[in-house]
Nanobody, 122 residues
Framework: EVQLVESGGGWVQPGGSLTLSCGASGFTFSTYPMSWVRQAPGKGLEWVSALNDGGSSTSYANSVKGRFSISRDNTKNTLYLQMNTLKPEDTATYYC???????????????WGQGTQVTVSD
């Protein structure tokens, strides 16, 4: 059974930083691209970032480019999202997702974690 478990969310002031983690199990983590997707309160899903299976290629939404960094540790079956210079508009539930096919903004996602809440406010 595929499981994706996010952690690391919380409250942070604007300009602050957080690192999200996603522990994966039930599949060969090192052979699949992974992604982070978020959903702000009352809004639709927004793709945030993706990383290929080996961790050598990354892609980011324009809204987070230069502030967020995606990475993975295939020895620990863990995906990360380092978020810097956070803004109130980054407030959302962040989901760790696995690709079924392709990767990047046009890839097909097949499994999602339960999400972790990030709140950016004074």
């Amino acid at each position: 059974e595929v499981q994706l478990v996010e952690s690391g969310g919380g409250w942070v002031q604007p300009g602050g930083s957080l690192t999200l983690s996603c522990g994966a199990s039930g599949f060969t983590f090192s052979t699949y691209p992974m992604s982070w997707v978020r959903q702000a309160p009352g809004k639709g899903l927004e793709w945030v970032s993706a990383l290929n299976d080996g961790g050598s290629s990354t892609s980011y939404a324009n809204s987070v480019k230069g502030r967020f960094s995606i990475s993975r540790d295939n020895t620990k079956n863990t995906l990360y999202l380092q978020m810097n210079t956070l803004k109130p508009e980054d407030t959302a539930t962040y989901y760790c997702t696995k690709y079924q096919a392709g990767w990047g903004i046009k890839g097909v996602l097949d499994y999602w974690g339960q999400g972790t809440q990030v709140t950016v406010s004074d």
